[in-house]
C-alpha cells in the first residue's frame, strides 16, 4: 500500500480519492482530518479559586477534502460527482480510509456528510473543483481491520467454526475462557461479543492495567446450539442473531453489570457461562483506536 492513500467507501461504493488509483477521474488538491476538543466537565471548588475538571470524553472530528474531478475514458466528471453526493448524503454512514507513512497498517472514520460544493466558473469545461465537508461522530481513527479473540469454556471444543460478522484478524488459537488482549492505539475503543450457543447466563469480565474490574453478565439467557447472542458495546444493543426483533437487553444483570470498554495496553478478559456443550465458543472483536493522526 503506498503511503499518503485515501479512499471513501459505502457499502459497495468505493472512490479512491488520488488520481493513481481512482481510474483517473480524482486528483485530491488538499486534505485534512480535524480532532476534537475535550467535552469539558468542571464546575467551581467551593472555598477555592480554579476549577474542579471531571473531563473524560471528547467531541467530534472533522474530515474535509478539496478536489479536482475530470473526465476518463470511460466515467464523465458529472457522474463521479453525483457519486460523491450520494455517497455523503447525510443518511449514509461512508468510511474514510487513510494510509499514511510510518502505519503499520490503513486506519479508517465514519463519516457524516455535510456538504458537497462544486465551484461553476471558466475551468469547469475541463475539471470540476470540488469540496467535501464531513463530521466524524465518534471522534477517532479506527484499525482498517477488526481484530478477534476466541473463548471457550473448558468443556467446549476449541476452535469451532462458526461465522464473522466482519472481516477480522483472528489473533491467535482459543487459551480458554481468560486472556490478555494488548490494546494499541491511544484513546479507549468499544468491544463487541459474539456468544455461540448453548449456554446459559454468560459474562465477560475485564481487569485494567490499574486492578480495577467490570463485569457485563446476563441472568436468566439461555443461548441454544445453533444460535448467537451478538452485544455491541459502542451501541448498548444484545440481539440473538442479530436481530433487532430479538433484544435480550432485558436480560442484563445491572446489579452486577456495566458497559465497558477495553482501554489502551493490556486487559485482562474473563469469559464464563454456566451449562456449556460442545458448540459453546464466544469471541471478542475491537478495533484499536487513534485520538489524532
Given at each position: 500500500?503506498?503511503?499518503?492513500?485515501?479512499?471513501?467507501?459505502?457499502?459497495?461504493?468505493?472512490?479512491?480519492?488520488?488520481?493513481?488509483?481512482?481510474?483517473?477521474?480524482?486528483?485530491?488538491?488538499?486534505?485534512?482530518?480535524?480532532?476534537?476538543?475535550?467535552?469539558?466537565?468542571?464546575?467551581?471548588?467551593?472555598?477555592?479559586?480554579?476549577?474542579?475538571?471531571?473531563?473524560?470524553?471528547?467531541?467530534?472530528?472533522?474530515?474535509?477534502?478539496?478536489l479536482?474531478?475530470?473526465?476518463?475514458?470511460t466515467?464523465?466528471?458529472?457522474?463521479?460527482?453525483?457519486?460523491?453526493?450520494?455517497?455523503?448524503?447525510?443518511?449514509?454512514?461512508?468510511?474514510?480510509?487513510?494510509?499514511?507513512?510510518?502505519?503499520?497498517?490503513?486506519?479508517?472514520?465514519?463519516l457524516?456528510?455535510s456538504?458537497?460544493s462544486?465551484?461553476?466558473?471558466?475551468?469547469s469545461?475541463?475539471?470540476?473543483?470540488?469540496?467535501?465537508?464531513?463530521?466524524?461522530?465518534?471522534?477517532?481513527?479506527?484499525?482498517?481491520?477488526?481484530?478477534?479473540?476466541?473463548?471457550?469454556?473448558?468443556?467446549?471444543?476449541?476452535g469451532?467454526?462458526?461465522?464473522?460478522?466482519?472481516?477480522?484478524?483472528?489473533?491467535?488459537?482459543?487459551?480458554?475462557?481468560q486472556?490478555?488482549i494488548?490494546?494499541?492505539?491511544?484513546?479507549?475503543?468499544?468491544?463487541?461479543?459474539?456468544?455461540?450457543?448453548?449456554?446459559?447466563d454468560?459474562?465477560?469480565?475485564?481487569?485494567?492495567?490499574?486492578?480495577?474490574?467490570?463485569?457485563?453478565?446476563?441472568?436468566?439467557?439461555t443461548?441454544?446450539p445453533?444460535?448467537?447472542?451478538?452485544?455491541?458495546?459502542?451501541?448498548r444493543?444484545?440481539?440473538?442473531?442479530?436481530?433487532?426483533?430479538?433484544?435480550?437487553?432485558?436480560?442484563?444483570?445491572?446489579?452486577?453489570?456495566?458497559?465497558?470498554?477495553?482501554?489502551?495496553?493490556?486487559?485482562?478478559?474473563?469469559?464464563?457461562?454456566?451449562?456449556?456443550?460442545?458448540?459453546?465458543?464466544?469471541?471478542?472483536?475491537y478495533?484499536?483506536?487513534?485520538?489524532?493522526?
Amino acid at each position: 500500500m503506498i503511503p499518503g492513500r485515501m479512499r471513501l467507501v459505502n457499502v459497495d461504493t468505493e472512490l479512491s480519492l488520488d488520481y493513481e488509483d481512482s481510474d483517473r477521474t480524482i486528483l485530491r488538491n488538499t486534505s485534512e482530518i480535524t480532532f476534537p476538543d475535550p467535552r469539558a466537565v468542571t464546575y467551581d471548588r467551593i472555598g477555592r479559586s480554579g476549577k474542579k475538571d471531571l473531563t473524560r470524553l471528547h467531541d467530534v472530528a472533522q474530515f474535509t477534502a478539496s478536489l479536482y474531478v475530470v473526465d476518463n475514458e470511460t466515467i464523465p466528471r458529472h457522474t463521479t460527482l453525483e457519486t460523491i453526493h450520494s455517497m455523503l448524503h447525510p443518511r449514509n454512514r461512508p468510511y474514510v480510509y487513510v494510509y499514511r507513512e510510518g502505519w503499520a497498517a490503513e486506519r479508517r472514520a465514519e463519516l457524516r456528510g455535510s456538504s458537497v460544493s462544486c465551484t461553476i466558473g471558466p475551468v469547469s469545461g475541463s475539471y470540476l473543483e470540488v469540496r467535501i465537508q464531513a463530521v466524524i461522530p465518534e471522534g477517532v481513527l479506527e484499525s482498517g481491520t477488526a481484530n478477534t479473540r476466541e473463548f471457550s469454556i473448558e468443556s467446549a471444543t476449541v476452535g469451532t467454526e462458526v461465522p464473522m460478522l466482519v472481516p477480522s484478524v483472528m489473533m491467535g488459537a482459543s487459551l480458554g475462557n481468560q486472556q490478555e488482549i494488548n490494546v494499541d492505539g491511544n484513546t479507549i475503543t468499544p468491544p463487541k461479543f459474539l456468544i455461540y450457543g448453548g449456554c446459559d447466563d454468560p459474562s465477560f469480565t475485564v481487569q485494567y492495567e490499574d486492578e480495577s474490574q467490570k463485569t457485563l453478565a446476563f441472568t436468566g439467557l439461555t443461548i441454544n446450539p445453533g444460535d448467537y447472542l451478538e452485544v455491541d458495546i459502542a451501541n448498548r444493543t444484545a440481539y440473538i442473531n442479530s436481530e433487532p426483533a430479538n433484544s435480550y437487553y432485558h436480560k442484563l444483570n445491572f446489579t452486577v453489570s456495566e458497559w465497558w470498554e477495553l482501554e489502551p495496553g493490556a486487559n485482562q478478559i474473563t469469559f464464563n457461562a454456566t451449562n456449556t456443550d460442545s458448540s459453546c465458543v464466544a469471541y471478542v472483536e475491537y478495533r484499536d483506536r487513534w485520538l489524532g493522526g
